[in-house]
């Protein structure tokens, strides 16, 4: 089955940091942009960064800019999002997922492949 596994979640403090990792199962992530989308109790998923195969532009919500980070090693077949100054709203499973090429925007309707996702927990 073709789909993304997802680690690194966890429980942290108000202000802590977590590294996400996403790595396909099933093929290769050279020529996909990837996606990282969360998803709290009771709202829908939501678009949050996304990064482009080509030349790795990089997209993000308003809601994680200058907090998050999204990375990838092709070599690893990894892409990365590193989560800082996490607050209680950052509370979500959070999931990857791949779009053809380039990033169309942060819509999950437009991505495929999706992994079952790492739950970040922000409390004190």
């Known amino acids: 089955q073709v789909q993304f596994v997802e680690s690194g979640g966890g429980l942290v403090q108000p202000g802590g940091s977590l590294r996400l990792s996403c790595s396909p199962s099933?093929?290769?992530?050279?020529?996909?942009?990837v996606g990282w989308f969360r998803q709290a109790p009771g709202k829908e998923r939501e678009g949050i960064s996304c990064?482009?195969?080509?030349?790795?532009?990089?997209y993000y919500s308003d809601s994680v800019k200058g907090r998050f980070t999204i990375s990838r090693d092709n070599a690893k077949n990894t892409v990365y999002l590193q989560v800082n100054s996490l607050q209680p709203d950052d509370t979500a499973v959070y999931y990857c997922?791949?779009?053809?090429?380039?990033?169309?925007?942060?819509?999950?309707?437009?991505?495929?492949?999706w992994g079952q996702g790492t739950q970040v927990t922000v409390s004190s």
């Open positions: 990064i482009s195969s080509s030349d790795g532009s990089t």
């Open positions: 997922a791949a779009h053809n090429l380039f990033c169309p925007n942060l819509l999950p309707r437009n991505y495929d492949y």
């Open positions: 099933g093929f290769g992530l050279a020529n996909f942009a």
